[in-house]
């Protein structure tokens, strides 16, 4: 009774009968028993996770959870209270409290040596994390979205360690990249103030993921020796300088976000991993022109505005799964084909470039939502009797059209 003694009514209703008393323990939903009779798992998790940090369901008496306890999950609940670690069950292997309102610190030193999952991310747990004596069974630790601070110093003898989520709090000092643990898969230290330079080199062979988005890292990015392994990597946010190569990028790679930084210099699209599916590299100063025939077939998204390429470009030869392709805001010249576009593409941006020409509305994808083809030299005698029912926007501002005289004139910006 003491564990949801302080919780609010609302939530009390579910331990109690119809005379406002508490029910025996062994008629709580969500608790399963072992065969002697102890408390093994406590499931009161709830399906949906908000955006934001939900209100105040009262606060949960974590120190009364009982000793023989293995798996306690309130994932999603609104819970307060204050996390002690030092007094969790002896016997807990997960612990799963995303998404609550649970206050204090996170001594590690003090987690339950038993203990595999540590899950409590989006709380308001604050202070300062010693990861130098994490429990040996530890494989997933999760403090994303809380307000910890200060430096953090990692291990890579920590051999069962696999994923590590501290984004979005306010850390900084600099990354070992040389002592990351040696068998981690997802690596996640995003919306901090982390700074230093990125030894990319140096990352486990076993990644999957490493996101250091919103931070202060500096330096070049050396992308020639990634994990084999590696899925995502995300770097956006940063003040990368200095040019990359993307010629022998990780075969298993999906996603590479690259975009607001200082990278400069030319662009190789023609040998990109064929699992590619994002690309995104805009707000840089890459320059220079750009190969877009030989893109991997199972591109979805390409970004490449706000940089400063130049030249033609050919977009008759786009891989047929692409869904957004952006070009705008760049140096771009010469006449532009828009009648073999993939059918599967919804957004074409190529505004605020130098294009020139005339352009043939009547064979867009049917599909298409939005295309931006303003601040341009496009002139000449537009039809838009034929444009797709999908289109929501059609943008061709500042340029040097005939305006028509019928279709869909309400989607249509002229300027």
């Given at each position: 009774?003491?564990?949801?003694s302080?919780?609010?009514?609302?939530?009390?209703?579910?331990?109690k009968d119809?005379?406002?008393?508490?029910?025996?323990?062994?008629?709580?939903?969500?608790?399963?028993?072992?065969?002697?009779?102890?408390?093994?798992?406590?499931f009161?998790?709830?399906?949906?996770?908000?955006d934001?940090?939900?209100?105040?369901q009262?606060?949960?008496?974590?120190?009364?959870?009982?000793?023989?306890?293995?798996?306690?999950?309130f994932?999603n609940?609104g819970?307060?209270g204050?996390?002690?670690c030092?007094?969790?069950p002896?016997?807990?292997?997960?612990?799963?409290?995303r998404?609550n309102?649970?206050?204090?610190?996170?001594?590690i030193?003090?987690l339950?040596?038993?203990?595999?999952?540590?899950?409590?991310s989006r709380n308001l747990?604050?202070g300062?994390?010693?990861f130098?004596?994490?429990?040996v069974?530890?494989?997933?630790?999760g403090?994303?979205?809380n307000?910890?601070?200060?430096?953090i110093?990692?291990?890579k003898?920590?051999?069962?360690?696999?994923?590590?989520?501290l984004?979005?709090?306010k850390?900084d000092?600099?990354?070992?990249?040389?002592?990351?643990?040696r068998?981690?898969l997802?690596l996640?230290f995003e919306?901090n103030s982390f700074h230093?330079t990125?030894?990319l080199?140096?990352l486990?062979e076993?990644l999957?993921?490493?996101?250091?988005?919103?931070n202060?890292?500096?330096?070049?990015?050396?992308?020639?020796?990634?994990?084999?392994?590696?899925?995502?990597l995300?770097?956006?946010?940063?003040q990368?300088?200095?040019?990359?190569s993307?010629?022998?990028l990780?075969?298993?790679?999906s996603?590479?976000g690259?975009?607001e930084?200082?990278l400069?210099?030319?662009?190789d699209?023609?040998?990109?991993?064929s699992?590619?599916?994002e690309?995104?590299l805009?707000?840089?100063?890459f320059?220079?022109t750009?190969?877009?025939?030989?893109l991997?077939l199972?591109l979805?998204?390409l970004?490449l505005?706000?940089?400063?390429l130049?030249?033609?470009?050919d977009?008759t030869?786009?891989?047929?799964?692409?869904d957004t392709?952006?070009?705008?805001?760049?140096n771009f010249?010469?006449?532009?084909n828009?009648?073999?576009?993939p059918?599967?593409?919804?957004?074409l941006?190529?505004s605020?470039?130098a294009f020139?020409?005339?352009?043939n509305l009547?064979?867009?994808?049917?599909g298409?939502?939005?295309?931006f083809?303003n601040?341009?030299r496009?002139?000449?005698?537009?039809d838009?009797?034929?444009?797709?029912q999908?289109?929501q926007?059609?943008?061709?501002?500042?340029n040097r059209f005939d305006k028509?005289?019928?279709?869909?004139l309400?989607?249509?910006?002229?300027g």
């Amino acid at each position: 009774e003491m564990l949801e003694s302080s919780l609010n009514k609302e939530n009390q209703v579910d331990f109690k009968d119809e005379n406002g008393h508490f029910l025996d323990i062994a008629e709580w939903d969500g608790v399963e028993f072992s065969a002697d009779g102890s408390v093994v798992d406590i499931f009161w998790r709830e399906g949906v996770e908000a955006d934001e940090l939900l209100g105040n369901q009262g606060d949960i008496q974590l120190e009364w959870l009982p000793h023989s306890v293995e798996l306690v999950d309130f994932t999603n609940r609104g819970f307060g209270g204050t996390l002690e670690c030092s007094k969790l069950p002896t016997q807990l292997i997960q612990f799963y409290g995303r998404n609550n309102r649970l206050e204090g610190s996170v001594d590690i030193s003090e987690l339950p040596k038993n203990l595999e999952y540590f899950e409590v991310s989006r709380n308001l747990l604050s202070g300062s994390v010693d990861f130098q004596r994490l429990p040996v069974s530890l494989k997933h630790l999760g403090l994303f979205h809380n307000v910890l601070e200060g430096t953090i110093r990692l291990s890579k003898h920590a051999e069962n360690f696999h994923y590590l989520f501290l984004g979005s709090n306010k850390l900084d000092g600099i990354i070992e990249w040389t002592e990351l643990p040696r068998k981690a898969l997802r690596l996640h230290f995003e919306e901090n103030s982390f700074h230093g330079t990125v030894n990319l080199t140096a990352l486990p062979e076993t990644l999957h993921v490493l996101r250091i988005d919103d931070n202060k890292f500096s330096g070049s990015v050396h992308l020639l020796c990634l994990p084999e392994a590696l899925v995502e990597l995300i770097l956006y946010g940063n003040q990368f300088v200095g040019t990359i190569s993307l010629v022998h990028l990780p075969e298993t790679l999906s996603e590479i976000g690259l975009h607001e930084n200082a990278l400069k210099g030319s662009l190789d699209l023609t040998h990109l991993p064929s699992n590619l599916t994002e690309i995104l590299l805009y707000q840089n100063t890459f320059g220079g022109t750009i190969d877009l025939t030989q893109l991997p077939l199972n591109l979805k998204d390409l970004y490449l505005h706000e940089n400063f390429l130049e030249g033609s470009i050919d977009i008759t030869h786009l891989p047929k799964s692409l869904d957004t392709l952006s070009l705008s805001t760049n140096n771009f010249s010469g006449t532009v084909n828009l009648e073999k576009l993939p059918e599967s593409l919804k957004t074409l941006s190529l505004s605020k470039n130098a294009f020139s020409g005339t352009v043939n509305l009547e064979k867009l994808p049917k599909g298409l939502v939005k295309i931006f083809l303003n601040d341009n030299r496009f002139h000449g005698p537009v039809d838009i009797s034929h444009l797709p029912q999908t289109l929501q926007i059609v943008e061709l501002s500042e340029n040097r059209f005939d305006k028509p005289f019928s279709g869909r004139l309400g989607i249509v910006n002229f300027g």
